[in-house]
């Protein structure tokens, strides 16, 4: 093993003791993420689930990007300071996903779901209304769990 995947090894051991998690860019610069749960309540039940939390526009652009596996309960909430608009799209994002975006308030405005791309084009996913934040989950887990638009979305960092 090199020195750089050695050292790489080293930063990316220290992040995850630190309650974050890291992946690389395309570029193979380092992006972290801090951690922390997502809790959906549908009005008849609550489904937590394990998230890293993209924050920045690093992390938001990275986003799930290059991930081969995603565990049963995992997921990433992307956060904006205010209201945005606009879509996601799944480049170089390696399995599919379900995309809920929600308000302010976390409430669910639109469940989509989306398909890997490997290569340009690459469709849009736009959910046509002012939105949050949004939280991408394996794809099939929002019906599988019950969850529909309406449904509020706690988002909490880890300690």
């Known amino acids: 093993m090199g020195v ?17 998690t890291a992946a690389l860019d395309r570029e193979g610069t380092e992006v ?3 951690r922390g749960t997502a809790t959906l309540h549908t009005g008849t039940k609550s489904v937590k689930v394990w998230v890293e939390l993209a924050r920045t526009d690093v992390q938001r652009q990275q986003g799930l990007m290059g991930r081969r596996t995603l565990g049963p309960r995992a997921g990433m909430v992307f956060q904006y300071p205010s209201l945005t608009r606009g ?38 996913y736009d959910p046509g209304v002012a939105y949050r934040g949004a939280l991408e989950v394996n794809a099939g887990s929002f019906r599988n769990w019950g969850v529909k638009r309406g449904a509020r979305i706690v988002v909490t960092p880890a300690r």
């Open 4 to 20: 750089r995947a050695l050292l790489v090894l080293a930063v990316l051991a220290a992040v995850l003791a630190a309650g974050a």
């Open 32 to 34: 972290t993420f801090t």
């Open 87 to 124: 879509g996601f799209w799944m480049k170089n994002t390696l399995i599919p996903l379900d995309i809920a975006f929600f308000d302010g308030r976390g409430r669910i405005l639109r469940i989509m779901q989306m398909k890997p791309c490997r290569a340009d084009p690459c469709a849009v």
